[in-house]
Nanobody, 115 residues
Framework: QVQLVESGGGLVQPGGSLRLSCAAS????????MGWYRQAPGKQRELVAT???????NYADSVKGRFTISRDGPKNLVYLQMNSLNLEDTAVYYC?????????WGQGTQITVSS
């Protein structure tokens, strides 16, 4: 059974930075990629950034130039470096892992941007 555990969330002021981490554990033999999604109150979950097993990245327009996704493949870790945070970035952030036949989600970590 594969599990994802996110860490690094919290409260930050506008303009600040945070780094999220996601660790995958369990029987992982093959993956297509990993990513970060977020869900703000009253809104649908949306893509933030993804990274393929080959290192190809994809970002939502709203975070391009501010967020950076990276991955430590052998350790099945994925990171999200978030800079220049603004109020609209407040949400629960979820890590996911896509593999043949299934998508695994973490439990989520809260990011609150507030002055």
């Amino acid at each position: 059974q594969v599990q994802l555990v996110e860490s690094g969330g919290g409260l930050v002021q506008p303009g600040g930075s945070l780094r999220l981490s996601c660790a995958a554990s369990g029987s992982i033999f093959s993956i297509y990629g990993m990513g970060w999604y977020r869900q703000a109150p009253g809104k649908q979950r949306e893509l933030v950034a993804t990274i393929s097993k080959h290192g190809t990245t994809n970002y939502a327009d709203s975070v391009k130039g501010r967020f950076t996704i990276s991955r430590d493949g052998p350790k099945n870790l994925v990171y999200l470096q978030m800079n220049s945070l603004n109020l609209e970035d407040t949400a629960v952030y979820y890590c996911n892992l896509v593999r043949p036949g299934s998508t695994i989600w973490g439990q989520g970590t809260q990011i609150t941007v507030s002055s």
